[in-house]
């Protein structure tokens, strides 16, 4: 092929922020997960799930100012867009997406949606001074939101597999294979770690003063 610009090369997709966001909500959501039944680690629990509150209360403003992949307006589609893509892989020939597939935008809402779900609950728990019904949501928002995640993951690997291209490499370096023309001007590298520091030091605050 002559044209230069269907040539494939390594192209940024997710910039910093996004990343940041990622990992450390991931991470906070398993630590509050697996502290969620510990007294002796009731204050870890709430400050990590305040910050992954925190997170994703960025992460929708983001969605909105952020680069082109990162916004809300990329990946989050109707369901004619969700049946189009769904259809495409059943004829076996999947539609490939640079950013999230339209798929992939309601696993991202649904996840988004439970953190943010299990957070207000369980500050409701701790505000509140008997047990309740809000107990009984915290741990049902709890358990949903893994059991998304669990289908997240298997679809990440799968997704991975059906494209050739390794998702989880990507959001880690921000990276894909693509058209030049296909790739964001910035990382936004400063934000990123902004966003990183604000939330050590929110978390330093929260365990250590
Ligand atoms: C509690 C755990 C997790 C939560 C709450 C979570 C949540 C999310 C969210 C909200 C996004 C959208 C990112 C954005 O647009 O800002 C996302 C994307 C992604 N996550 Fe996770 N995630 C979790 C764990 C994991 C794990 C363990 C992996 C590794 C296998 C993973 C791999 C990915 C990948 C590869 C993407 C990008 C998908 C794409 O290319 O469209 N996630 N995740
Ligand atoms: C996304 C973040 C969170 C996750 C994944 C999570 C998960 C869990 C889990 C699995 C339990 C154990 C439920 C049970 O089996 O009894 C629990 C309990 C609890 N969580 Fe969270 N939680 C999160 C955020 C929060 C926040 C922000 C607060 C409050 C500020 C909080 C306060 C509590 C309290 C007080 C309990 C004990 C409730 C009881 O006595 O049954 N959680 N959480």
Known sequence: MNDSTLETTAIRV?????????????????IAFFTGE?????????????????LIAFRLVWG??????????AFVRGPKAVWTYVNSIRQGHAEHHVGHNPVGGVAVLLLMGLVALTALSGWMVAAGDAPGWQEELHELAANTLMMV?????????LS?????????????????????????ARSWWVLGLLLLAALMVFIWRQLLL
């Not at 082109?68 to 307006?73: C, K, L, P």
């Not at 995640?149 to 690997?157: E, P, R, S, T, Y």
Request: with cysteine.
């Open 160 to 184: 991975s597999r059906l494209h050739r291209e390794n998702l989880v490499a990507a959001i880690l370096s921000g990276y894909k294979q693509g058209h030049a023309r296909d790739g964001i």
């Open 64 to 73: 909105v100012v952020g680069t082109r992949y990162a916004r809300f307006q």
């Open 38 to 54: 510990s007294e002796q680690y009731s204050l870890l629990h709430q400050t990590l799930g305040y910050a992954a509150a925190g």
């Open 149 to 157: 995640v669990a289908i997240h993951v298997l679809g990440v690997v």
């Open 14 to 30: 997710w910039d910093w922020p996004v990343r940041v966001f990622h990992w450390s909500l991931a991470l906070c959501v398993f």
